[in-house]
Structure formats: C-alpha cells, structure tokens
Nanobody
Framework: QVQLVESGGGSVQAGGSLRLSCAVS????????MAWFRQAPGKEREGVGY????????DYADSVKGRFTIALDNAKRTVFLQMNSLKPEDTAMYYC????????????????????WGHGTQVTVSS
C-alpha cells in the first residue's frame, strides 16, 4: 500500500523558513516523479515544484522560484520542500504527490498527472 505522509508544516512570520517532509512507503522513490502542490481556501490546487528522482531534475512555479527547493533523500525515502523567505500568500495546505508515469515540462503542474497523494500539512505565514 502506497503511503505519502507530509510533516513539517506550521505557523511562521513573513520572511521565515520551513522545511516540509514527505515520507514515502510502499513505493519506490527511484526513477519516479514527485511533486509538491498547495491549495489555499477558495483556490485551485497549484503545483509548487517537482523532482524527477532518477536524475534530480527539478522545476518550480514562478511564484516560488529562488525561494523554495525540493530535495530527495533516497536512503530515507523522503522528499523535502525547503521554503525560505516565506510570504503571506504562501499560506496553504501543502500536499506531496507521486507518480511512476511520465511527467513532462508541460504537465507536472497538473494534479491529475499524479497517482498518489498525501493528506497534506498546513502552512500559515503571517505578515
């Protein structure tokens, strides 16, 4: 049974940092695609960034480029989202997603492209 479990969310002031973790079980993190999404109240789920675990290729939403970084610890079967210089508009529920199907540069932002999802962790940034 595939499980993705997010942790590390919390409340911070603008300018602060958080590191989210996504622990993976029942699923190989080798040569697959893993992503972070977020959803704020009343808004659609938005792709934050992804990593191709086979080669380390990453991409990010323009709104977080230069501030957020995705990394993989293969031995720990964990994907991280390091979030720096947080802004109030980063406030959302953050979800980890994974798939073993092909993801391209034009499709990684699409939630429907991912087979597996975690339950989310809340991030709140106050001004």
């Amino acid at each position: 049974q595939v499980q993705l479990v997010e942790s590390g969310g919390g409340s911070v002031q603008a300018g602060g940092s958080l590191r989210l973790s996504c622990a993976v079980s029942g699923y190989s993190v080798n040569s697959n695609w893993m992503a972070w999404f977020r959803q704020a109240p009343g808004k659609e789920r938005e792709g934050v960034g992804y990593i191709y675990t086979g080669g380390g290729r990453t991409d990010y939403a323009d709104s977080v480029k230069g501030r957020f970084t995705i990394a993989l610890d293969n031995a720990k079967r964990t994907v991280f989202l390091q979030m720096n210089s947080l802004k109030p508009e980063d406030t959302a529920m953050y979800y980890c997603a994974a798939t073993d199907l092909g993801i391209g540069a034009s499709t990684w932002r699409q939630a429907g492209a991912y087979r597996y999802w975690g339950h989310g962790t809340q991030v709140t940034v106050s001004s």
